[in-house]
């Protein structure tokens, strides 16, 4: 694994794992067995860090690829998820139907678990601000001669 550069990193494979984590547990209890609001309160953090780290890789894949070719880097990426946009509710259907809602997290659980390795093994990640401090003096601009 690659050194973690940011706080921003940490962020996002944190957000993996916790979706990692609700899903798999989801697809190893029994969700009658659960009170609605237990269920409730699983399905919102899930599906909430799940969310979450979606939309935080579309930054990082800005600082992903060299300037050269951001565009299409990041365009390849939206794309990637617009196919599993349209992917994912098939999936989900074949799931329920064959499995239910366990294997319905489950496929969740390894489909996230993927992500969170792949993202462990980004090599560029959103680079730290600098504070760049300015001179009082030239505040006005350079004098003018």
């Given at each position: 694994m690659t050194k973690m550069k940011t706080s921003m990193?940490?962020?996002?494979?944190?957000?993996?794992?916790?979706?990692?984590?609700?899903?798999?547990f989801l697809a190893s209890v029994a969700i009658s067995s659960l009170s609605g609001s237990s269920v409730l309160a699983l399905l919102a953090w899930t599906g909430g860090l799940m969310n979450a780290t979606q939309t935080t890789m579309y930054a990082l894949a800005a600082h992903v690829y060299p300037t050269a070719i951001r565009a299409t880097g990041v365009g390849t990426a939206v794309a990637f998820g617009r196919?599993?946009?349209?992917?994912?509710?098939?999936?989900?259907?074949?799931?329920?139907?064959?499995?239910?809602?366990?294997r319905y997290f489950a496929l969740l659980t390894a489909t996230m678990a993927v992500v969170f390795v792949t993202l462990a093994a980004v090599r560029n990640h959103i680079p730290r601000a600098r504070v760049v401090h300015r001179d009082p003096s030239m505040a006005a601009g350079p004098a003018r001669r």
């Amino acid at each position: 694994m690659t050194k973690m550069k940011t706080s921003m990193t940490l962020l996002v494979l944190a957000m993996a794992a916790g979706t990692v984590a609700g899903s798999a547990f989801l697809a190893s209890v029994a969700i009658s067995s659960l009170s609605g609001s237990s269920v409730l309160a699983l399905l919102a953090w899930t599906g909430g860090l799940m969310n979450a780290t979606q939309t935080t890789m579309y930054a990082l894949a800005a600082h992903v690829y060299p300037t050269a070719i951001r565009a299409t880097g990041v365009g390849t990426a939206v794309a990637f998820g617009r196919i599993g946009g349209v992917v994912s509710p098939y999936a989900g259907a074949w799931a329920l139907e064959s499995g239910g809602p366990s294997r319905y997290f489950a496929l969740l659980t390894a489909t996230m678990a993927v992500v969170f390795v792949t993202l462990a093994a980004v090599r560029n990640h959103i680079p730290r601000a600098r504070v760049v401090h300015r001179d009082p003096s030239m505040a006005a601009g350079p004098a003018r001669r």
